[in-house]
């Protein structure tokens, strides 16, 4: 009967920690003045200001961030270093 719980308990937990893969957040990052697209939840703290998601692919955070007015319009090299247009 340990055997049945132990191994319920570690199938939940794992279970758990996989449910947070593959999201994406948008940040607002103060001392660089853009928002970013981030894979782990963030914590708001320091030049970290504001949070938006989870979303579950990275074309939703991007769509995500061109509607927030805190946020500004992504430069052609910015779009670039993320991987280009999706």
Known sequence: MKRLVLAAILLLASGAVSFADGLFWVVGNRATGKCNIVTSNPVIIGDIWFGD???????????????????????????KAEGGPN
Do not use: F, H
């Open 53 to 79: 998601g989870p979303y579950k692919s990275m074309a939703d955070a991007k769509l995500a961030r061109s509607t927030i007015r805190a946020c500004p319009a992504v430069t052609p090299e910015d779009e």
